[in-house]
């Protein structure tokens, strides 16, 4: 498992320019030089490079702070100050760069630089300001000095799959069960904190297909509106090519034995309608995805509970497929159906 670290807060700052110098030309034979103060070099920029090997920004826990090399000061014979060394910060693919509150940049290819904060100019020797009144000039210009900046980074993730439900709904043990990831799984709201990462690897025809899971933290109603893990979920979901919606029945629901199996059922379409509500709230765009509708824990559900759930969704004209993670069953038919549609 990839354990998801989505949101920091560092800080860039670019080098620093050298300093241009004041100084003259003092030879055995010319005592009076012209001037020959050199420029200063030029500071190094603060890159961000995107790394397709990388899935989180876990990295960035040890270390806030990012600093290019300054550039050095110039020298005398008009030499230049060496340029200071750029700096890579490399990240997930997926990662956005926020500066008071305002996005900067994105970064979605494997190695795409983009430049965060450019490196200060190197400041001019006193040989430029040199001029037919003034031929010894004791002036040099300072080189440009760059302030500190405090960027946000936000990851999207860029998964193939991402499985949509309220709080214990069974994605994080669908998700182990598909693949090796362990997250981590109790019978309480909110066990996943941040989205948990796996890798399905399936033959599909006559090739291998491999898939990039996310279990993506519990979603509640109000949602798109901050409620529960809100948008930090949502922002989750918009980059994922298939939504699993993964649904059961809520555990007061079923053990309410003055509800009948088609009240049940109907609950458990309105879970689905909740579920499609936050997400065609937050951004209209989700509606389109490829979806699928799981419903999870089917070893609890006797045969006429079964039949009713079908029943119920099918009156809404959508489809379903019965799993349960803890048996197996309908866990291959499930499989290949996702598969199926992450493929077109």
């Not at 060394?85 to 996005?103: M, N, R, S």
């Not at 490196?119 to 300001?129: C, I, L, M, Q, Y």
Request: hydrophobic share 40%.
């Amino acid at each position: 498992m990839i354990f998801m670290v989505d949101h920091v807060e560092i800080s860039v700052k670019a080098g620093n320019g050298g300093d241009g110098i004041v100084h003259f030309l003092r030879l055995k034979f010319m005592p009076k030089g012209g001037p020959d103060g050199g420029d200063g070099g030029d500071g190094g920029s603060v890159w961000m490079i995107g790394d397709r090997n990388l899935n989180t920004l876990m990295q960035f826990r040890g270390s806030r702070e990012f600093k290019a090399e300054d550039g050095d000061n110039g020298g005398k014979w008009e030499k230049h100050g060496k340029n200071g060394a750029d700096l890579e910060i490399a990240v997930p693919l997926g990662t956005a760069v926020f500066w008071k509150g305002t996005q900067i940049a994105e970064i979605m290819r494997d190695k795409e630089r983009v430049c965060i904060s450019k490196g200060g100019k190197g400041g001019r020797g006193n040989p430029t300001f040199k001029s037919s009144t003034n031929t010894t000039p004791m002036t040099a210009e300072d080189g440009e000095k760059t302030p500190t900046m405090n960027v946000t980074l936000e990851l999207k993730v860029l998964a193939d799959v991402g499985f949509v439900g309220l709080p214990n709904a069974g994605k994080s043990t669908l998700l182990a069960t598909l693949t090796r990831a362990t997250p981590q799984i109790a019978d309480y709201p909110f066990t996943t904190l941040s989205p948990n990462i796996g890798v399905l690897t399936k033959k599909y025809g006559d090739e291998r297909v491999d898939l990039i899971l996310a279990d993506i933290p519990g979603l509640i109603e109000g949602a798109s509106e901050g409620k529960g893990l809100g948008l930090d979920f949502l922002r989750h979901v918009e980059r994922c090519r298939v939504l699993l919606f993964v649904i059961a029945l809520e555990q007061d629901v079923m053990m309410d034995e003055s509800l009948s199996a088609s009240q049940k059922a109907d609950s458990m379409v309105k879970t689905y309608r909740v579920l499609e509500k936050e997400l065609g709230s937050y951004h209209a765009s989700l509606m389109t995805k490829h979806r699928v509708i799981g419903v999870s824990k089917c070893d609890l559900y006797d045969e006429e509970l079964q039949a009713e759930i079908a029943r119920a969704f099918q009156a809404e004209k959508l489809d379903v497929m019965f799993f349960s993670s803890a048996t197996k069953e309908g866990v291959e038919d499930l499989t290949q159906r996702v598969v199926e549609l992450a493929r077109r």
